[in-house]
């Protein structure tokens, strides 16, 4: 094959190497191969798959998908799945890794005669090869013959649900599938382990978006004004992942509630657009991340519109901010997820109980399940390709999710291990529809103080989210952001802030 010329910019860029602007330079072609090769190594323990049965991973990656019925097509990003092995950026390829040999094959849809006109310059194999670091490249329509020539006792097929959405993955499919044996129980969770493991050259994409995010916060943290609306802090932070870090996407629709809005968990859907204009007074809770080569991170900050936190906002953001604290100061290896929740919650009902809302002892706080009244969802959950990353709940394999209310909302019970990247994010807030039953009775009621709590009620929520790292020793927070109430109140005002 011929060098593709178009393979390298005007700075004679390498064709493997990723990079949006000034932002991040990722070696695609290391990363992958480096991957790849330890996944051949650990597939077998992971997949328990027989060392005889042992053939050729076939992935399939992701597709076009288009608004509807019209011709309109939403802007590609690639399935997760396939990307980690691969690194593709295109829609409707394929690949194969054979385990035995470590070989990897990419398989590339045949130009039609006028995509040229439409889509830009049509690539040749080369441009592939070179762009991704495989061993081969074939068309599509090849795929069946070149797999065939691989004599592979099995093909293995991704099968598999995801433990967060509880969606199914669909079997990949090709013209001439029904030729070969198809092994679809070992993959899913061999390569869903994988991903809970990030290397080092991983780390440093997710910790590259983090402080791309964090950055963003910081703009908005300094513009925010009582008398804006919601959709503009959004659209500021928006505008500064992509033209200042290269981040073309956010990894989830971001959250910018103010007022009661910042007690609505996933706020900022079509149904609740952003749309309400900030008033002096008000909580805003942000969380809000960026992506960068499918990586994503996911920060959540909380201020005061206005710059100063009222008493009862310092008292809420005081209890979070204890509980952030204790859980990075008790997180290491070894420790198990669920018993870090509890950490939070016992933080933030103590708090809550020395500012008068509640009453009664706190191991009877905690046992009757308390917490779940205020912080109704998991203290985090693990983070990568995915914002709610794979790997939290596998069948037959590490702890089951807890069915108690509160705990049964934690994305992950695992043990905590070095190179995991979760999230760490304590929660307090105001619902009505959770509050306001209790408050009228049942199990609850004898905790509570009604006439203190119905205070705080349309005050909204605090949530405070970092992106975390387990190391050999502890753990380490991807990307700084002020977190101390002097810390906000000085920034908000004009204050320097490093992100580090």
Avoid at 134 to 158: C, S
Avoid at 161 to 172: E, H, T
Avoid at 202 to 221: F, G, N, Q, T
Avoid at 404 to 426: C, F, K, S, Y
């Amino acid at each position: 094959m011929s060098p593709d010329p178009s393979l390298h910019g005007s700075e004679g860029e390498a064709p493997y190497i990723h990079s949006v602007g000034n932002g991040l330079r990722i070696d695609r072609s290391r990363l992958h191969s480096v991957l790849r090769e330890l996944f051949m190594h650990r597939f077998r323990s992971l997949s328990r798959v027989h060392v005889d049965d042992t053939g050729v991973v076939l992935l399939q990656g992701g597709t076009v998908k288009h608004m509807y019925s019209t011709d309109t097509e939403h802007l590609f990003r690639q399935e997760p799945y396939f990307h980690y092995l691969f690194g593709v950026d295109e829609p409707g390829c394929y690949g194969a890794h054979d385990i035995r040999t470590c070989q990897a094959f990419l398989f590339v849809p045949r130009p039609s005669p006028d995509q040229e006109v439409w889509m830009g310059p049509v690539r040749n194999l080369t441009y592939y090869l070179q762009k991704y670091g495989v061993d081969e490249v074939h068309y599509v329509d090849e795929m069946a013959t070149v797999l065939k020539q691989m004599a592979p006792p099995a093909l293995h097929m991704l099968h598999g649900r995801d433990s967060d959405s509880g969606r199914g993955m669909p079997l990949a499919h090709f013209h001439g599938i029904s030729d070969f044996q198809l092994e679809r129980s070992g993959l899913f969770v061999a390569l869903t382990e994988m991903r809970v493991f990030k290397l080092d050259m991983e780390v440093e994409i997710m910790r590259y978006c983090a402080r791309v995010a964090a950055s963003a916060h910081i703009r908005v943290l300094q513009a925010v004004r009582p008398g804006m609306y919601e959709y503009q802090l959004e659209s500021l932070f928006l505008h500064d992942i992509y033209s200042e870090g290269g981040c073309r996407f956010s990894p989830y629709t971001p959250i910018f509630g103010s007022g009661p809005n910042s007690a609505v968990l996933h706020y900022g859907h079509s149904g609740a657009p952003h749309d309400r204009r900030i008033a002096d007074g008000d909580l805003v809770l942000a969380d809000a991340g960026a992506e960068y080569y499918r990586y994503g991170s996911d920060l959540t900050v909380t201020f005061p519109a206005n710059g100063r936190f009222s008493p009862r906002q310092r008292v809420v953001y005081e209890a979070v901010l204890d509980a952030r604290r204790a859980v990075l100061a008790a997180m290491r290896p070894e420790v198990c997820w669920t018993d870090l929740h509890l950490v939070a919650e016992e933080r933030i009902l103590a708090a809550l109980t020395r500012a008068g809302l509640l009453v009664g002892d706190p191991a009877e706080q905690i046992a009757a399940r308390l917490g779940a009244l205020f912080m109704p969802h998991g203290l985090g959950h693990f983070l990568g390709k995915q914002t709610h990353d794979v790997g939290g709940y596998v069948a037959g394999r590490f702890r089951e999710r807890p069915t108690q209310p509160g705990l049964d909302r934690l994305r992950t019970a695992r043990i905590l291990e070095p190179h995991m990247v979760l999230t760490v994010e304590p929660g307090c807030y105001f619902i009505p529809a959770l509050l306001e039953p209790a408050l009228e009775g049942g199990p609850l009621h004898r905790f509570l103080v009604p006439e203190e709590i119905r205070c705080y009620m349309g005050m909204g929520g605090v949530r405070l989210e970092d992106d975390v790292l387990v190391t050999n020793e502890g753990c380490e927070v991807l990307a700084s952001l002020p977190r101390a109430v002097e810390e906000v109140e000085a920034v908000m005002a004009g204050a320097d802030w490093m992100v580090v």
